[in-house]
């Protein structure tokens, strides 16, 4: 996500390197890199002039404190301009009704009826709504189809009409169904194009006239860049939408789009789509990504999620076990599988600071853990919970049942000891003041500390 980006801005801020103080000389040639790296990334030229000169106004205005360098102070100066670029804080979806009522729109391709069945999961599962989907896309019996199969997997229900092929008319008789059915939020999918036209924005209006949506939703494949942000601007003009959906951030994606957006059609981000995964959807936080533009890491969208697949009960069980040693192969599967259900593993690593860096060019795929689950499910339950039984001849059968070789059969299994005796010993209060003592003693006998 914004990978070459980042790395531009970080090429940008080597000017600074090593400065003593700012001048009009070095931040203009800061600047001039910082304008390249927008305009690559598909930043319209006009919001990127725009943009450099509010920083270049606010740097030279600024006197540099003695313990902040310039490129301190301009990276600060550059992550306050492209918070404010992005709007500033966070808006809220607004679902509240009876029932609240989201309209989908958007081109065709852009990920509308994921994004839907994503919301639905979204609403369901963090904030205990019980959503209806709607399908309104009367041209594309696929998309009707694939929205049943996303409300089969997440167990929504789905109203469609394949008979009836006027969209207002079912989006109507939906909202009916959702209040004689106890539905507290209706999802409309409408249908797409692939390219705007005057039937398409007719039709839309019309649906959102007939039923008033509490929120109007403009579904976007960022990976169009400035394409996206000129439909739009064609779509707001049109129907005078609530808020963006920008998916597929996870692609190769320059960025301009979620740069360029909020300044063209004055109307925030609300959600990003960051993989296939029904979890994969993410509250957009413009503070937040321009943390991780500007190769900050993203430490609370790391936390939020793991809280999110926290099970306290779970965790004070596998506490207990930790103390007695009996954390098992079984507990170890566990932890994996929540770590999973997290996301992307690269998008996770990325979020920590300074890891975006550090894997740069390094390939982690979706199934990092494959191998490593592979050989945990070709033990038996016996050694799973009691991993010193596993000998040679138990070694040659989980390697071959996993698709593996002894060698990685018996790294897995010194990791995993390895693992065990440390998580015992973070357990003890006595072993880490002992742990401290003995870093304290030694760092003490060190010459020069």
């Given at each position: 996500m914004f990978d070459n980006l980042t790395e531009k801005f970080e090429r940008a801020f080597k000017v600074l390197k090593g400065q003593g103080q700012i001048t009009e000389i070095n931040v203009a040639e800061t600047l001039k890199e910082v304008r390249r790296a927008l305009l690559d990334a598909d930043v319209n030229f006009k919001t990127a002039k725009e943009f450099t000169n509010t920083v270049k106004e606010k740097a030279l205005g600024r006197d540099v404190l003695t313990a902040v360098s310039p490129g301190q102070l301009m990276?600060?100066?550059?992550?306050?301009?492209?918070?404010?670029?992005?709007?500033?804080?966070?808006?809220?979806l607004k679902y509240q009704g009876n029932p609240g009522i989201i309209l989908m729109s958007g081109l065709q391709g852009s990920g509308k009826t994921t994004f839907s069945g994503k919301l639905a999961n979204f609403l369901k599962n963090k904030k205990g709504k019980n959503p209806l989907l709607v399908a309104c896309d009367v041209y594309r019996p696929a998309a009707i189809d694939q929205l049943h199969v996303?409300?089969?997997?997440?167990?929504?229900?789905?109203?469609?009409?394949?008979?009836?092929?006027?969209?207002?008319?079912?989006?109507?008789?939906?909202?009916?169904?959702?209040?004689?059915?106890?539905?507290?939020?209706?999802?409309?999918?409408?249908?797409?194009?692939?390219?705007?036209?005057?039937?398409?924005?007719?039709?839309?209006?019309?649906?959102?006239?007939?039923?008033?949506?509490?929120?109007?939703?403009?579904?976007v494949d960022s990976m169009t860049g400035q394409d996206a942000v000129n439909t739009a601007k064609a779509f707001n003009d049109r129907i005078d939408f609530d808020g963006v959906v920008l998916t597929k951030l996870d692609g190769d994606t320059r960025g301009g789009a979620a740069l360029t957006i909020k300044t063209v059609v004055d109307k925030p981000i609300k959600f990003v789509g960051?993989?296939?995964?029904?979890?994969?959807?993410?509250?957009?936080?413009?503070?937040?990504?321009?943390?991780?533009?500007?190769?900050?890491?993203?430490?609370?969208?790391?936390?939020?999620?793991?809280?999110?697949?926290?099970?306290?009960?779970?965790?004070?069980?596998?506490?207990?076990?930790?103390?007695?040693n009996q954390f098992d192969f079984n507990d170890f599967l566990g932890q994996l599988q929540?770590?999973?259900?997290?996301?992307?593993?690269?998008?996770?690593?990325?979020?920590?600071?300074?890891?975006?860096?550090?894997?740069?060019?390094?390939?982690?795929?979706?199934?990092?853990?494959?191998?490593?689950?592979?050989?945990?499910?070709?033990?038996?339950?016996?050694?799973?919970?009691?991993?010193?039984?596993?000998?040679g001849s138990r070694k040659k059968r989980i390697a071959k049942g996993s698709g593996t070789n002894i060698q990685e059969v018996n790294k897995l299994l010194k990791q995993f000891q390895d693992t065990r005796k440390m998580m015992k010993m973070m357990s003890n209060k006595k072993n880490m003041m002992s742990m401290m003592k003995q870093m304290k003693g030694m760092r003490g006998g060190m010459p020069g500390m």
């Open positions: 990276t600060k100066i550059l992550h306050e301009e492209l918070v404010n670029l992005m709007g500033g804080e966070e808006v809220e996303l409300g089969e997997q997440l167990g929504v229900e789905v109203y469609s009409n394949k008979e009836e092929k006027n969209p207002v008319k079912i989006a109507e008789a939906a909202i009916q169904h959702a209040k004689s059915k106890g539905f507290n939020v209706v999802i409309v999918d409408t249908a797409g194009r692939l390219a705007i036209d005057e039937q398409m924005m007719n039709e839309i209006a019309d649906v959102k006239n007939a039923i008033k949506p509490t929120e109007t939703l403009f579904v960051t993989g296939e995964k029904m979890e994969a959807l993410d509250v957009f936080y413009p503070k937040r990504m321009a943390d991780r533009i500007l190769g900050m890491g993203d430490v609370v969208s790391l936390v939020e999620r793991a809280q999110e697949q926290f099970d306290e009960e779970e965790a004070r069980k596998l506490q207990k076990k930790i103390q007695k929540q770590i999973k259900k997290m996301g992307n593993v690269k998008d996770l690593m990325g979020m920590i600071p300074g890891m975006g860096k550090a894997l740069k060019g390094v390939e982690i795929e979706d199934d990092a853990f494959k191998h490593i689950e592979a050989i945990i499910l070709s033990m038996s339950p016996l050694e799973r919970e009691n991993p010193a039984v596993i000998d």
